[in-house]
């Protein structure tokens, strides 16, 4: 079972569509990261949420936590090649000390 | 600079042999990890290390062991490899709970 459940685990648009990533969980976390892997490179940090409710934009990428801290979503506006990549959130449990827990993945595909 | 370098990129050996891979981070941070990613794209921490002591060992093969000879470095040794062994092992780095940065990752085949 994982501690993280990323859905969908796989989504291919067009591009200048929107599209929703969504990170589930049972657990609360002290804050939660959204990473983007592209092929061949490791994860790259896009941003950390930390209070519940919480939302912060990058560009056309908005992101938010949860009110209960236990999930968070990624919503992409008019979505580009280049966003294209594996996004992944990441969580630190509550009270543990660097326990980094990875979900299971969305593989975004933007075409042109 | 490469803030966390690993090598080697690609590895490729046959069931039984030993293996290591290095990696070194030039940012200073006090906190290293070793996460292994699947087939599936599923990443999941191995270990950390934080001033050269273990502190998160999950539940992994003791045939895999972490070495740190000082706070730049974190190489994994890895003994009598299997076939299960074979995925993309990535090596990271932050400074406390902040943010991780991560190398380019190691493709270990095995055959």
């Known amino acids: 079972t994982q501690l993280l459940e990323q859905s969908p685990q796989f989504l291919s648009i067009q591009e200048g569509e929107n599209l929703t990533v969504y990170c589930n969980s049972s657990s609360v976390f002290s804050s939660l990261q959204w990473y983007r892997q592209e092929p061949g490179e490791g994860p790259v940090l896009l941003v950390t949420v930390v209070t519940g409710g919480e939302v912060k934009k990058l560009k056309r990428l908005t992101f938010q936590f949860g009110d209960a801290r236990k999930d968070s979503s990624l919503h992409i506006t008019a979505a580009q090649p280049g966003d294209t990549g594996l996004y992944l959130c990441a969580a630190l449990k509550s009270g543990s000390a660097r326990q980094l827990t990875f979900g299971s993945g969305t593989q975004l595909t933007v075409l042109p | 600079d490469t803030a966390v370098s690993q090598t080697p990129k690609y590895l490729v050996t046959q069931m039984g042999n030993d293996k290591s891979i290095k990696c070194e981070q030039n940012?200073?941070?006090?906190?290293m990890y070793w996460y292994k990613q699947d087939s599936k794209k599923f990443l999941k921490i191995m270990f950390s290390?934080?001033?050269?002591?273990?502190?998160i060992n999950e539940t992994v093969p003791n045939r895999f062991s972490p070495k740190s000879p000082d706070k730049a470095h974190l190489n994994l040794h890895i003994n009598s490899l299997e076939l299960g062994d074979s995925a993309v092992y990535f090596c990271a780095s932050s400074q406390g709970k902040g943010k991780a940065f991560f190398g380019q990752g190691t493709r270990l085949t095995v055959v």
């Open positions: 290390y934080n001033n050269k002591e273990l502190i």
């Open positions: 940012l200073g941070h006090d906190t």
